[in-house]
Nanobody
Framework: QVQLVESGGGLVQAGGSLRLSCAAS????????MVWYRQAPGKRRELVAS???????NYADSVKGRFTISRDNAKNTVYLQMNGLEPEDTAVYYC???????????????WGQGTQVTVSS
């Protein structure tokens, strides 16, 4: 059974920084893309940043230059370094991983439970 567990959320003042982590555990053969999403109250879930197994990254325009996604393949962990936080970044942040549990299985997307990030003005 695969689990994704996020950590690192919290309350921070505008201009501050937080580092989110998401560790995947369980029966994992390989992980393809790892993605951070966020969902603010009353809004749709949106992609924040993604990273491929080879390290190629993609960011939402709203976070470019402030957030950095990275991963440690040996630890099956993805990180999101968030600098210059703004009140508009307040949301629940979710981790998503596209992975295979065996050589013959298909890729499947798994989600973490989410971690709250609150930025005060």
């Amino acid at each position: 059974q695969v689990q994704l567990v996020e950590s690192g959320g919290g309350l921070v003042q505008a201009g501050g920084s937080l580092r989110l982590s998401c560790a995947a555990s369980g029966s994992i053969f390989s992980i393809n893309n790892m993605v951070w999403y966020r969902q603010a109250p009353g809004k749709r879930r949106e992609l924040v940043a993604s990273i491929t197994s080879g390290g190629s990254t993609n960011y939402a325009d709203s976070v470019k230059g402030r957030f950095t996604i990275s991963r440690d393949n040996a630890k099956n962990t993805v990180y999101l370094q968030m600098n210059g936080l703004e009140p508009e970044d307040t949301a629940v942040y979710y981790c998503n991983a596209d992975l295979r549990v065996s050589t013959w299985s298909r890729n499947k997307a798994y989600w973490g439970q989410g971690t709250q990030v609150t930025v005060s003005s």
